[in-house]
């Protein structure tokens, strides 16, 4: 699975982004997604995850500002990102999984629960 995050840019702090996320895989619709972030020098922190059938789980450090969602007619997940902090810059990835037993319910809620990493998008916020 080839995956391909975009829409990162430089946006000041309280302003709001949406990255997206395509595939050309055509079992789009039977996976988990998930987006992660990673600042250089830390690890890789999971950010939220969406099940195949679109129930969502939110990290604690984003809930209420980011929305992620999908569009299994157009392989596309997306991040809605509101309300930014510059805590918040980092390379923001998205990630796959292929859902236990093809459960349309099960959301990824780690970064270990993901399987397949695309290229990343640099989000910037500043103060």
């Known amino acids: 699975v080839q995956l391909q995050a975009s829409g990162g840019g430089l946006v000041q702090a309280g302003g709001s982004l949406r990255l997206s996320c395509t595939t050309l895989?055509?079992?789009?619709?039977?996976?988990?997604m998930g987006w992660l972030r990673q600042v250089p020098g830390k690890e890789r922190e999971f950010v939220a995850g969406?099940?195949?059938?679109?129930?969502?789980y939110h990290a604690d450090s984003v809930k209420g500002r980011f929305t992620i969602s999908r569009d299994n007619a157009q392989n596309t997940v997306y991040l809605q990102m509101n309300s930014l902090k510059p805590d918040d810059t980092a390379v923001y990835y998205c990630?796959?999984?292929?859902?236990?037993?093809?459960?349309?319910?099960?959301?990824?809620?780690?970064?270990?629960?993901?399987?397949?990493w695309g290229q990343g998008t640099l989000v910037t916020v500043s103060s």
């Open positions: 990630a796959t999984r292929t859902p236990p037993f093809g459960s349309r319910m099960y959301v990824p809620k780690s970064s270990n629960e993901l399987q397949t």
């Open positions: 969406i099940s195949s059938g679109g129930s969502t």
């Open positions: 895989a055509g079992t789009f619709s039977t996976y988990a």
